[in-house]
């Protein structure tokens, strides 16, 4: 996959919205799903004359038969199906060329991505130290935590029932009564 120097930064963004999202990406294939972001986020679906459908017939168009991605060669390809499409006016290797400025150098936005309330409301509700019943066993004095103890009740092989308050003073109590 020999890439010329002019179209490095396309080969660029295509790499970084190919690994997007998908730990197990190499950067050499780009999903259906990461092709429609790349769309999306470099402004090539406008909404009226390029479309996410029109984005999802392209990528059925060049990808291979039985494949589920496509290469940079067949990403280059979608590219050319899609630009006289989006730059109607143009001609065929300006409207190439505009596409190839939109996408070039760009990389995934996180829009919509949820951000940390830092509210009063959160902090009280997130307040271990204020927790009462059952909830207040699952956490220790430091407001920790105690993992599978605390959410589960381990059975204590004493002999006496589970959450006894007087376990352990049979001794004593016998003791005393036979003085």
């Given at each position: 996959m020999a890439v010329s120097s002019d179209t490095e930064p396309l080969f660029v963004a295509f790499k970084r919205f190919s690994v997007y999202g998908d730990t197990k990406a190499s950067g050499r294939e780009?999903?259906?799903?990461?092709?429609?972001?790349?769309?999306?986020?470099?402004?090539?679906?406008?909404?009226?004359?390029?479309?996410?459908?029109?984005?999802?017939i392209v990528f059925s168009k060049v990808k291979q038969r039985s494949a589920r991605v496509i290469t940079y060669k067949e990403f280059q390809q979608a590219l050319e199906e899609l630009a006289p499409k989006r730059f109607k006016g143009q001609s065929k290797e300006a409207a190439l060329q505009s596409i190839h400025k939109l996408v070039e150098g760009q990389e995934p936005t996180n829009v919509g991505v949820t951000k940390v309330a830092k509210t009063a409301t959160v902090d009280r509700l997130t307040d271990t130290s204020r927790y009462t019943g059952s909830h207040k066993e699952r956490f220790d004095d430091s407001g920790r935590g105690k993992g599978r103890e605390g959410r589960e009740d381990l059975v204590e092989h004493t002999g006496y029932v589970n959450a006894y308050k007087d376990a352990g003073t049979y001794d004593s109590k016998v003791k005393d009564a036979d003085k």
């Open positions: 780009l999903t259906g799903k990461a092709w429609a972001k790349l769309c999306k986020d470099c402004r090539v679906i406008d909404g009226k004359s390029v479309t996410g459908t029109d984005v999802d």
